[in-house]
């Protein structure tokens, strides 16, 4: 599909970019005129996928998170979300409601509420190479607005 | 993002503040902790009146409360949730550990 608007950013793997990053992507898919409740699970499926890049892909180090945010047509948009980390052993069980190597208080939940907040989460993985997860979500067609 | 607690008899209320991630519910946990270690209370209420985000990082601050709670047999009430953040609690299940309302 073809996209009508970027953007890229990169940030370091600092806890505090956490909030940075979900506000940026919010502000940008903005000009589309989301709902509050698109808004925030955007948000809230950014904020896991960074998170995952804080507490897993950089366990104990400080690396780059890349990011980058496409609006396709149709009011598809689209936020890949990439590190070059420690990788995913095993996808399939990284993504089971529950599972979790982050210890006592990480609720192991970071993939289910991506996929249950967007459309479609699309994860490649290489261990010791780095992850990037694809989130996509179509906005709803709002009386007023010009998609 | 901040917490303010005030104990009433036993029952322990921590006013939670701001948005919760990984990165805020540190300073969040640490505070409630002390304040349960402290005073062993009967009932923990978090108000989450003045929280305008949570993701995921807020099921597990929610959880290990409950689990410190439990080592006293206390009660967890979570009040006051906007509707972004009780679609994330109920997405966990967390009305089965606590009593979620007004």
């Not at chain 2, 104990?7 to 902790?33: F, P, Q």
Request: net charge positive; hydrophobic share 40%.
């Amino acid at each position: 599909m073809k996209s009508l608007n970027n953007f890229t950013m990169t940030v370091g793997s600092n806890s505090v970019n956490e909030s940075f990053v979900r506000v940026a992507v919010a502000a940008f898919v903005s000009s589309l005129d989301p709902t509050v409740d698109e808004i925030c699970d955007i948000k809230t499926a950014v904020s896991e996928a960074v998170t995952n890049c804080i507490v897993h892909a950089y366990k104990d180090t400080i690396g780059k998170i890349f990011v980058s945010c496409d609006i396709l047509e149709n009011r598809v948009i689209s936020v890949k979300i990439r590190d070059r980390g420690c990788g995913i052993e095993n996808i399939k069980k990284a993504m089971e409601p529950l599972f979790t190597t982050g210890g006592s208080e990480r609720a192991g939940l970071g993939f289910a509420v991506m996929e249950s907040f967007m459309d479609s989460v699309t994860v490649r993985s290489k261990p010791a190479k780095g992850t990037t997860v694809i989130l996509k979500k179509k906005l709803s067609y709002r009386a007023g607005n010009n998609g | 993002m901040s917490v303010r607690t005030k104990l009433n008899g036993r029952v322990l209320t921590a006013y939670l503040e701001g948005e919760i991630d990984h990165h805020s519910a540190k300073i969040m946990r640490e505070t409630i902790d002390r304040e349960i270690n402290a005073a062993s209370p009967q009932m923990l209420v978090l108000d989450f009146k003045d929280v305008s985000f949570m993701d995921s990082s807020g099921i597990g601050l929610v959880m290990g409360r409950y689990k410190e709670l439990k080592k006293c047999d206390g009660e967890m009430h979570i009040v006051n949730t906007a509707a972004n953040i009780t679609k994330v609690m109920k997405l966990a299940g967390l009305e089965r550990l606590a009593k979620i309302g007004r």
